[in-house]
């Protein structure tokens, strides 16, 4: 699992790698190279950081990790 500022960092310094958001039954979440991110406050056991819609989680990637570059999109069926 990847803290904010871990990912932020590997998404600056690793231009080949593109984040996905993948949809849950319920939520939404991101993850770089097979890694969800965590949430601000770690839980146990530790749970990848949940977004509502697919617009927070994708001005999450926009906003607060600097992500400028193309996102993959998976909906599960």
């Known amino acids: 699992m990847l803290t904010a ?3 932020k960092g590997i ?5 080949e790698i593109v984040p996905c ?3 849950c039954s319920t939520h ?3 993850v770089i190279d097979g890694e969800p991110i965590a949430p601000q406050r770690m839980t146990t056991p530790p749970t990848a950081r949940k977004f509502k ?3 927070a989680a994708y001005s999450y990637l926009r906003n607060f990790l ?3 570059r193309g996102i993959t999109i998976l909906i599960a069926p």
């Open 5 to 7: 500022p871990v990912a």
């Open 11 to 15: 998404l600056k310094h690793n231009p």
């Open 21 to 23: 958001i993948v949809q």
């Open 28 to 30: 939404f979440e991101i």
């Open 66 to 68: 600097d992500y400028e």
């Open 53 to 55: 819609t697919l617009t």
